[in-house]
C-alpha cells in the first residue's frame, strides 16, 4: 500500500478544516478507504482519522427520538436495546451485511458514505462518470450485479444495506463543518432526510451523497414516530456468507394509516435507495392479500431498464415483493 | 525372489481368493481378518497442534535475515505485444535492489492477456517495491482480445495466438506423426478428419435406432483455485547454493526447475523446503514465472527475497479450471440400456490449446461413444490442473444426460437407471447407500409447486489412484527409542504426512504418539508430486516397506543378543512378542537399547508396479438435496451424501476431511465461482476473494461422508488417495437437484439466482420447439 | 527497527505524543489524549499530522505493550506480521473478504487487514499467539485438533480467532450462531463443517 500521512483531529472543527478538497478523505472503520488506497484509486497523501473524535461513539435518547453516533460501529448499531425496540427492520439488515468483523469495524458514519463496489470503479484504469470521467462501462459490459433502475448516467447499485432501511424510518443525517459557527463559536448542526442525503447520478454522478467539502457525517437521527406497526425486510444474495445483496424489498406498513404512511423503499437495483410511491400507494388502498401482492408484483417492475446481465433482477423483486408482504402479514418467516 | 501368496480382497461381505506374485522384498497387504493397532484409527493429525496456535511457518511466514520483498509488474492490457522494457526509473528508486524484465528472462514479449508478467522489482519494504513497480516505463502494441469462449469462437473473431494459431483447434482425436516444428501434417489430418466422419455416421445411426434420443447443451464456468496461500517462495543464495521455502506441491519438481535452464536460474545445488504449504488442488506443481522470478531477483540483489504473489496475481495468474461447452446426444432404448453418445466439447485453457477436456467417458457403460474435444484460445490466464481435472465439467454434462434419458423412457428412477448402465462392483453398493442416506423416496415440496421447493439429485465418480513408483521413505530407528520418518515430499492439507507415520508406526508396533515426521526438505529422500491422488498411494508402501525392514534389524539385533529365534519374534503394542503372542518382557526402549549403533536406518522404494488387483478404480456416490427459492431464485444446498472409496483406509478421520473438502468446493462450483472478464479490456473484474465467491460456512450443506474400507489389493496397504475423487461428481448431483426442485433444468453453471430465474421464466414463455429427433450436434 | 523514523519532520515530538498515547491507554480512551504542538504548527489547535515515514508505535498485544517504529499507514496485519514478527494471523485477500488475518481487539474480532495499526493503540490486541500455546492449548483448540478442523492450516488461525469470541460471547452457540460466527472467515479446503463440530465440542466442554 502507498504510504500517506494520517491527520489526528481531535475535533470537528479540525477534521472539517484539514479537507480541503475531496482528495483528503475521511477514516473511520477503514475498511472501505483502505481497500481503495490498496487498489490505487484513491490515492490520497492524507487521510483524516475520525476517530479521536469525542461525543461520536454513543447511541442516545433524544426525546424525538435516538440519535446514533456517525463512529458507532454497526455491530453496536444491531445489538442496542434502543434500535432494537425501535426500529427492528435495522437490526435485520445489519444483520444480513458484511461479515461479523467487517460489523465490528464499519461504522454507521462510514456505511452510508461508502463508495459503490462497481468492479469497474474498484479497478485502475477505468474512468468513468463516477470517478470524474465520462460514460458507464458497465452499462455495456459485465453488468449481472448492477441497477435496472435509474442507470443511464452510471448504473453502480447502492451498496449499503442499512440505507433503504433508512430511508424507510425518515432517518436524518446530522451533518456539521467548520464553515458553519453559531455566534457562540460553536459548531452549527445541518439535518438532512435520508431520501435527500443519498445522491442519484443524475443529481452528480461524482457524489453519492450531500455532503460538501468539509462537512461531516455526525450522527444518524431517527424519529420516535416511526412505522414499527408492522414491518418487513427482504433480500436476496446469491451466498449467505459474506455476500452483496442483489435486490432488497423494506416495507414499513401502519395498520390504519393512509397512504402517505407506508413506505415501501427498493435497495441494491438502483445508485440511491429507491423509494416506491406508487407502490406504497397500493398497499394504502386495498387488503394485504393475493390480489394486493399482485398487483404490486404488475407494478414493480415499472420504470426499470434492464441491462444485458440483469434482467433477473425484475422477477426477484417481485418475488421479495411478495415475501416482505406476506412477512408483514405473520406468515412463517422465509429465508 | 518373487515369491506367490494368496490374498483376500473385496470389502463388506464380499470377498474373493487372488494370488499375487510379490515383487521383490515387498511384503503382503494386511488381510481383512489381521488386528490392526493403529492403521484404521481416526487419529489428529501430526501438524494439528502447530497449525492451530499459528507457530506452523508456511513459506509466507519465513524471514530469513535481510529479507526483502519482490513484486511483479503484470499487463493491463488484454492482448500486446511488449515492445520495451524501461527499467531506469525504477531502478532508481528508493530502496531498489533487483530488477528484471520478462523478454529479457523468458524470451518472451508476448503479453497474451491481463496479467501477463511483464517485469519485477525487489526492494526493502513491500511499499518500496510497489511504488518502484509503478515506475516501470512500458511500450505495448495493443491487439485485439477475445476473453470468453463465444468471443473467441465467433466467426471474425481477432486471433488469440501469434503465428498460425488458430483460436480454434482440435485436440482430440488428435492428429498424430506431426514433426516437429511443422504446424500441421495435411496427409495424417485428413485421415483423422475421414475417421471422425465414419465414427460419427456409426453413432448416428445407432441413436437413430434408439427407442429414445436426448441432446442437451451444457456449460461450465472457470474456476480458480484460489488456494489461501499464494503461489511463490522465499528464496535466498548462500554460497552459489540456492534455498526455497516454496509453497508448492512438487518439493523435487520445484528443485528440477531451479537447477534448470530456465530462465537462466541454473542453480549449481538447490534446496528446497516446504514443511506447510497454504493449499494447492493442482495450481502448485510448478515453480511458475514467479519462482524463477524470486530466484533471480534474489541473485542479483544478493539478499533473501519473498515473492509471493498478490490476490489478483494468484487469481488471473497462477491457475484455473477451464470452462466447457458441450453438445451432447444419448440414445437409450426403453429397457433403459444406453445405446450410443455423442460428445462435441469445447474449452478454454487460456492461450495455449491443451487441457481443457471435459472428461466421463468411463464412469457408466455408454455404448458406442463418438467423441471430439476443441480446444478454444482466449486471452485469458492458462489453466492449470484443478483437483480432477476436466472431471467435474464433463461430469456435469453426462449426469444430467443420464437424468433426462431416464426421463424420456417413461420417467425411470434415475439410480436405477444408472445401475442398469454400470458395473462397478463397489458403486453398486453405494447407489443403495446413497439412496437410502439422502431421503431419496421421501415426499417433497419439488417441481416448482410453492414458493420454496427442495429436490434431490444423484451422480457418479470414479478414480484412479492407488499411486506408482517413484518414491523412498527413510525409517530412523535411534538408540533411545525415538522413531523418525523422512521423505521430501510435502502435505498440502491431505493429511499425508500422518498416514505416512501411521503405517510405519503400524508396522513397528508402536503408536502413533512415537513417531516423528520430517517432510517437505529435498535434502530427505526423493518423494512425489501431491497430485493426482495418488501422494498416498505412493509414499505409504514405501513407509511400510522401510518400517518392515527396520523392524526385521531391530528384531535380529535383539535376537542376537537374547539368544531368541528371530523368526519367532516381532513387535506388537510397543513391546517385542513371540509369534504365538506371548510378551517376551522387552518394551520397544529396551529393545532399542540393545543396539550397539546409534540408530537402525532403513530407506526403502515404493515397488514399482502395483498388482492386478480387485478394482483398478476407486468408485464413488454423491448425492444431493437442495432448496430453491423460486421467488428469487436462489438455491441452498441442504445436503450431500458422498459415498466414497479409497482402498483400505487409514486414517478415516483425514479421509473423511478430504471427501468433505472435496464435496465444500463441488457445491461452490455449482453454485457460485466463476471468473468474470471484462469484454472491454479483458481484464479480470472479481481478482479478489469479494466477488470471486467462495462458498462460505453459512452455505456450507450437511454432508454425511459414508467410507467403504476396500481390501483391492493393488499394493501393501491398498491405499487409494481421496483428493480428486469425492470432486467429480459434486456439481452434477446439485444440478440434478435443482432440476428435480424446480422442474426445469438450468444447462449453465453456476447456478445463480439469475441463470435459475432465466430458466423458469423461459419456461413459462415456450416459444422454443424440441428439435427432431437425429438432427445434427 | 530501521530508524527512518528519524527523518520524519515531527521526529521527536511525535515520539513522545505516542509514546504517551500507548502508556496512557490502558486507562484513558485515545480520544481524551490532548493534541501536541511540533515545529510545523504555529496554532495550539492545529491537529496532529503523522508521517509518512516512521513513527513510534506502541501496541499492547497479547499483554505485552511494545514500541515499534513504522509508517502511519501501516495496516494492523502488517504491522503484526511485518514489525511484531507475529505470523500466525495471515495475510489472504488483504481487503476484509477472507478473515484469514482476524484478530481481537478489546475482544471483538476484526479484520487487521483492514484497519490501521495507530487504530489500535490503547487497546488488547489478541492474536492467535495469544490464545493458546503448543504446550497450553485451550479447550477449542484441542477440540481443533481432536476434530480435524483443518487441512492446510491457512485460515486456521483465522478460525481460532473468530471461534474463541464466539465463544465468549456465547459459551453455547447453536449450530446456525456457529455458522454466523464464522461467516466471515472463508477456509477453502472445505473444513466448515469439522470447525462447527470443534466448536459444539468445546463448548460442550465447557472451555473457551
Known sequence: MRQFKVALPNSIEQASALQKSVDVPFIAGGTDLLARIKEYIDTPDLVVDLKRIEGLGEITSTGQGIRIGALVTMDDVATNRLVAEGFPALVETIGNAATPQIRNMATIGGNICQKPRCWYLRHEGYSCAKNGGSGCWAREGENEFHAIFGNQVCAVTHPSNMAPVLVAYGASIEIQSSESKSSDGTLEKRQVEAEQFFLTPEQDPTREVALKPGEIVTAVLLPAKNRTDQWSYAEAREKQSFDWAQASVTVLYQRGGRSGDHRVILGAVSPAPLRRADLEEIIGSRALDADCIQALQEKIGEGAHPLSQNGYKVPMLRGLMAKAIRNLNGEKKEG | ?777 | MDKRAEESPEGVSRRHFLKGAGAAAAVVTVAKIPSVVDAGHEVSDDPVILGPGSIPITLKVNGVSREIEAPPSTTLLDMLREYHRLTGTKRVCDRGSCGACTVLLDGRIVDSCSMLAIDAVGREITTVEGIGTPQNLTDLQQAFVEKDALQCGFCTPGMVVSCTALLNQNPTPDRDQIRQGIAGNICRCGTYQNIIEAVEHASRKGGK
Open chain 2, 1 to 777: 525372489m518373487a515369491e506367490e501368496i494368496t490374498i483376500q480382497v473385496g470389502f463388506g461381505d464380499q470377498f474373493h481368493d487372488l494370488t499375487v506374485r510379490l515383487q521383490d522384498g515387498d511384503i503382503p497387504p494386511w488381510q481383512p481378518d489381521q488386528p490392526l493397532d493403529v492403521v484404521g484409527q481416526r487419529k489428529p493429525r501430526l501438524d494439528a497442534v502447530a497449525k492451530v496456535t499459528g507457530t506452523a511457518k508456511f513459506s509466507q511466514d519465513q524471514r530469513p535475515d535481510r529479507l526483502i520483498h519482490g513484486r511483479i509488474l503484470r499487463s493491463p492490457h488484454g492482448n500486446a505485444e511488449i515492445l520495451a522494457v524501461d527499467l531506469t526509473a525504477a531502478r532508481k528508486m528508493p530502496g531498489v535492489r533487483a530488477a528484471l524484465t520478462v523478454p529479457d528472462t523468458f524470451e518472451d514479449s508476448s503479453a497474451r492477456y491481463a496479467g501477463a508478467e511483464v517485469a519485477a522489482i525487489a526492494a526493502d519494504t513491500e511499499q518500496q517495491a510497489d511504488a518502484a513497480m509503478r515506475a516501470i516505463q512500458v511500450d505495448y502494441q495493443l491487439k485485439e482480445h477475445c476473453v470468453t469462449i463465444d468471443a473467441s469462437m465467433a466467426e471474425g473473431a481477432p486471433q488469440v495466438g501469434r503465428g498460425d494459431q488458430e483460436n480454434v483447434q482440435r485436440v482430440s482425436p488428435r492428429t498424430r506423426g506431426r514433426r516437429r516444428g511443422q504446424n500441421s501434417n495435411p496427409d495424417a489430418d485428413r485421415q483423422v478428419v475421414e475417421q471422425m466422419a465414419r465414427r460419427e455416421k456409426e453413432v448416428d445411426a445407432i441413436l437413430a435406432g434408439s427407442d429414445s434420443v436426448v441432446e442437451g447443451t451444457f456449460r461450465t464456468q472457470v474456476q480458480t483455485h484460489a488456494p489461501l496461500e499464494t503461489h511463490g517462495a522465499v528464496c535466498s543464495w548462500e554460497d552459489g547454493r540456492l534455498v526455497c521455502w516454496a509453497s508448492t506441491q512438487a518439493t523435487f519438481g520445484f528443485r528440477g526447475e531451479m537447477t534448470s535452464d530456465w530462465g537462466q536460474v541454473k542453480a549449481g545445488e538447490c534446496r528446497v523446503l516446504s514443511e506447510y504449504v497454504g493449499g494447492g488442488f493442482g495450481s502448485k506443481f510448478s515453480a511458475g514465472r514467479e519462482g524463477v522470478i524470486g530466484a533471480l531477483l534474489a541473485k542479483e540483489a544478493a539478499v533473501p527475497v519473498k515473492m509471493m504473489l498478490d490476490r489478483a496475481g494468484e487469481q488471473t495468474s497462477a491457475g484455473n479450471r477451464p470452462d466447457s461447452l458441450q453438445k451432447m446426444r444419448m440414445g437409450v432404448n426403453k429397457d433403459g440400456i444406453i445405446q450410443a453418445l455423442q460428445i462435441r466439447s469445447w474449452g478454454t485453457p487460456g492461450s495455449g490449446i491443451g487441457g481443457a477436456g471435459a472428461h466421463n467417458d468411463g464412469i457408466y457403460k455408454l455404448g458406442e461413444i463418438d467423441k471430439v474435444e476443441y480446444g478454444v484460445r482466449t486471452n485469458c490466464g492458462g489453466a492449470k490442473a484443478h483437483r480432477a481435472p476436466g472431471w467435474p465439467q464433463g461430469s456435469v454434462a453426462l449426469e444430467q444426460m443420464m437424468d433426462m434419458a431416464a426421463h424420456s423412457i417413461g420417467g425411470l428412477d434415475p439410480i436405477e437407471f444408472r445401475k442398469r448402465n454400470d458395473d462397478h462392483p463397489i458403486r453398486g453398493a453405494e447407489y443403495d447407500i446413497a439412496r437410502q442416506r439422502i431421503g431419496w423416496d421421501l415426499p417433497r415440496v419439488r417441481g416448482g409447486a410453492a414458493p420454496i421447493c427442495r429436490g434431490v439429485g444423484i451422480a457418479s465418480n470414479l478414480w484412479f489412484s492407488a499411486g506408482g513408483g517413484g518414491a523412498s521413505v527413510l525409517v530412523r530407528i535411534s538408540k533411545d527409542g525415538a522413531v523418525e520418518v523422512r521423505n521430501g515430499a510435502q502435505d498440502i492439507g491431505t493429511g499425508t504426512r500422518t498416514v505416512m507415520a501411521m503405517v510405519a508406526a503400524e508396522e513397528l508396533g508402536i503408536t502413533l504418539e512415537m513417531v516423528s515426521t520430517r517432510i517437505g526438505d529435498t535434502n530427505d529422500p526423493q518423494g512425489p508430486m501431491s497430485g493426482g491422488s495418488t501422494t498416498i498411494g505412493t509414499l505409504t508402501p514405501a513407509a511400510r516397506l522401510a518400517a518392515h525392514h527396520a523392524k526385521k534389524e531391530l528384531l535380529a539385533v535383539v535376537a542376537e543378543r537374547k539368544g531368541w529365534d528371530p523368526a519367532d519374534l516381532d513387535l506388537r503394542k510397543a513391546k517385542v512378542i513371540r509369534n504365538d503372542g506371548s510378551d517376551t518382557g522387552l518394551s520397544f526402549k529396551d529393545a532399542c537399547s540393545l543396539m550397539d549403533d546409534d540408530a537402525i536406518e532403513v530407506l526403502k522404494a515404493r515397488p514399482r508396479r502395483n498388482y492386478a488387483g480387485f478394482s483398478d478404480t476407486n468408485a464413488g456416490v454423491q448425492a444431493a438435496e437442495v432448496e430453491v427459492d423460486m421467488e428469487t431464485g436462489v438455491v441452498r444446498v441442504k445436503k450431500m451424501v458422498a459415498v466414497a472409496d479409497a482402498g483400505k483406509l487409514i486414517n478415516p478421520m483425514t479421509a473423511e476431511s478430504q471427501v468433505r473438502g472435496g464435496v465444500i468446493q463441488g457445491v461452490s462450483f455449482a453454485l457460485h465461482e466463476r471468473r468474470i472478464m471484462d469484454r472491454h479490456k479483458g481484464r479480470m473484474l472479481n481478482d479478489d476473494l469479494e466477488n470471486y465467491k467462495i462458498l462460505g460456512s453459512v452455505d456450507c450443506p450437511e454432508i454425511d461422508v459414508v467410507l467403504i474400507d476396500v481390501y483391492n489389493g493393488k499394493s501393501n496397504t491398498q491405499v487409494m488417495g481421496l483428493g480428486e475423487p469425492p470432486i467429480v461428481a459434486t456439481a452434477a448431483a446439485v444440478a440434478n437437484a435443482v432440476a428435480d426442485a424446480i422442474g426445469v433444468r438450468v444447462f449453465e453453471l453456476p447456478i445463480t439466482p439469475r441463470r435459475v430465474l432465466e430458466a423458469i421464466a423461459l419456461q413459462e414463455t415456450p416459444v422454443v420447439q424440441p428439435k427432431k429427433k437425429g438432427a445434427r450436434l
